[in-house]
């Protein structure tokens, strides 16, 4: 199949897509894209629970996080549908695990892009929610409730950042932590006057991902719309 790269060609392929996309869920595309982000994005290493694993994609989701990148060091990262409720389809899950040292090839890969990486997790140099600067684009990096982060991700991350406890309990589980640092950091981010919104062509690029997702065979149309345009 040819890749698409032009985009003037994926606004075209788009609009044939959209053609089979209810009206409903295409004012509901529109709205949602607004919303979307790559400014915050998050990373999981090694998470092995198919429930806390779906509920922090599910929580991605809901605060407009677009990118999870996951770290496959020793477990393979496994959604659990009833809990994540179909939240995976509309998010880009990046994998890791090709690498002897995965965190690092992610790590690596995301400070190429831009990204400084924040160790989710209480540090001697931490700093909480209200102190973090978020004013570049910022990686979330979450580990295991009964290891946390491995002594490799902890060492080589930018900054660490913590959430105020004031309990007997030490920790949140992985998912109210996501939930609870996605929430205050995007709504920071939301008010701030940083430029957190996708480019035009992130935008079409996922919106092409959510009328595959949504059109059935999908795939079949994408061919049949090659083989018009290249005549």
């Known amino acids: 199949m040819r890749q698409i790269k032009n985009i003037k060609d994926k606004k075209r392929l788009l609009e044939f897509l959209n053609s089979y996309v209810s009206d409903n869920k295409k004012q509901l595309f529109d709205k949602i894209i607004k919303y979307r982000t790559r400014h915050l994005t998050v990373v999981l290493e090694d998470i092995y629970q198919p429930h806390n694993a779906s509920a922090v994609l599910r929580s991605c989701d809901c605060f407009g996080i677009q990118d999870v990148h ?3 060091n020793e477990n393979t990262y496994e959604v659990n549908p009833d809990v994540a409720l179909g939240s995976s389809k509309w998010l880009d899950l990046i994998k890791y695990n090709s690498k002897k040292n995965n965190t ?4 690596n890969t995301l400070r190429d892009k831009g990204y400084r990486i924040v160790a989710t997790t209480p540090h001697k140099n931490d700093q909480t929610l209200d102190e973090l600067d978020i004013s570049t684009k910022t990686a979330l990096v979450f580990g295991t409730e009964l290891r946390g982060l491995s002594d490799i991700a902890l060492d080589n991350a930018d900054a660490y950042v913590k959430i105020p406890m004031y309990g007997f309990t030490e920790s949140f589980n992985i998912s109210v932590s996501a939930a609870i640092i996605l929430h205050h950091l ?3 981010l939301r008010k701030s006057d940083t430029d957190w919104k996708l480019t035009e062509d992130e935008i079409i690029d996922i919106k092409l991902n959510w009328a595959k997702t949504v059109v059935k065979k999908s795939d079949l149309l994408v061919e049949t719309f090659n083989q018009r345009y290249n005549k």
Do not use: G, T, V
Not at 104 to 107: C, E, R, V
């Open 186 to 188: 995007s709504e920071k």
């Open 104 to 107: 690092l090839d992610a790590f």
């Open 70 to 72: 996951i770290i496959e």
